[in-house]
């Protein structure tokens, strides 16, 4: 009876079951068999079925997560310190594997020379590229070290530091950019 | 009379014939496949594929509270020799920028490794999460070689810094 009604063929079923005697047998084969049967196949339990079961699940949408949650100084901070961290240590990285692999073009008094040579917005710019990520990075990663000692591990707290940090990055951006 | 009746009667037979019918049946439950999964009530569960429970690492304190330590301690150690670089050069002092390279390089690759256990593990990237972690080691190899060869040959990772921004 369940696998009838799945197919949709309850409604067939009711009419056959409550048309007189003579005719039920007749009206339930033709209802249900000749008008909406639906051929089936059995797949035992094993790589086969993981197969199109994985195949189904790669198509199947996922309800919105990441894209909807609201941002916060708590997470926009925290993908903030390992974004910046990543960058300053791609470019740490990249500096010297060109220096081993390449030592004459990545020596000191080319890249200083290339550094002289371009004008000074673009310095400016490239210092304050250089040096915001650098500090929140830093000044960030003291607000983790407080809470790994056990401080400010409060919503409160938490949002204190943050706001701190923030004001913190930008006097020390400013400052390090001003080096002359 | 009534055992003639006994005799004649099909319930014997209809004894015998449910009875081979049952150890046929008995028989083909025992070739079949379905006492390769563990039973449980409510049906076998079958092994292998994405719905097993999760495994856990074998605990090890060097990965675990060891590593913690060391990164935290590794990260604290940055901030003086940061800034003690900062204020001194690194033609008078090649050690603490020695220290200072090397230390640098070891944070950033505690910060990648977190990475890749967190959006490449092995668990769920088997092939592409340990072929990034050994690519990483690679790559961190190659920039302990290129720091050393940059401040034994050339003017060190705190002089190019400061030569470079104040350019």
């Known amino acids: 009876m369940l696998s009838h009604k ?3 063929l309850s409604t067939a079923l009711r009419q056959a ?3 007189p005697r003579t005719l039920r047998n007749n009206a339930l084969l033709r209802n249900t068999i000749a008008r909406r049967s639906v051929q089936t196949k059995t797949i035992p339990a094993g790589p086969a079925a993981d197969a199109i079961l994985n195949q189904q699940r790669i198509k199947r949408p996922s309800s919105p997560h990441f894209t909807i949650y609201q941002p916060q100084l708590t997470w926009i901070g925290s993908i903030a310190n390992r974004v910046t961290g990543v960058g300053l240590s791609v470019l740490l990285y990249g500096f010297s594997i060109a220096y081993l692999v390449a030592p004459g073009t990545f020596d000191s008094t080319h890249v200083i020379e290339v550094v002289r040579d371009l004008p000074e917005a673009v310095k400016y710019a490239g ?3 250089l040096a915001a990520p650098f ?18 591990l409060t919503v409160k707290g938490a949002y204190v530091t943050g706001y701190l940090v923030l004001g913190a990055t930008a006097v020390s951006s400013v400052a390090l950019t001003l080096i002359k | 009379m009534s055992t003639s009746l006994l005799v004649r009667s099909s319930l014997p037979r209809a004894l015998a014939h449910r009875a081979a019918l049952r150890s046929v049946a008995v028989q083909a439950r025992a070739n079949s496949t379905v006492s390769e999964h563990k039973y449980v009530a409510g049906g076998p569960i079958p092994k292998g594929g994405p719905n097993d429970a999760v495994t856990f690492p074998p605990p090890s304190p060097t990965h675990g509270s060891y590593h913690w330590v060391f990164e935290r301690t590794l990260a604290a150690a940055l ?5 003690a670089a900062f204020v001194t050069s690194g033609t008078n002092y090649p050690i603490l920028d020695g220290v200072l390279g090397l230390s640098l390089i070891a944070h950033s690759h505690i910060g990648f490794d977190q990475c890749i256990v967190d959006y490449l593990h092995p668990r769920k990237f088997p092939v592409l999460g340990p072929a990034t972690t050994w690519a ?7 920039a302990t070689v290129g720091i050393f060869q940059f401040n034994t040959n050339d003017i060190g990772l705190t002089e190019l810094i400061a030569k470079v921004w104040t350019a």
């Not at chain 1, 500090?135 to 400010?152: V, Y």
Request: net charge positive.
């Open chain 1, 6 to 8: 799945a197919l949709g």
């Open chain 1, 17 to 19: 079951a409550f048309a």
């Open chain 1, 127 to 129: 210092k304050f590229i």
């Open chain 1, 135 to 152: 500090s929140f990075h830093a000044i960030n990663g003291l607000r983790h070290l407080a809470w790994d000692t056990g401080h400010f």
């Open chain 2, 79 to 83: 901030v003086p020799l940061t800034a």
């Open chain 2, 136 to 142: 990483l080691r690679g790559a961190t190899l190659a």
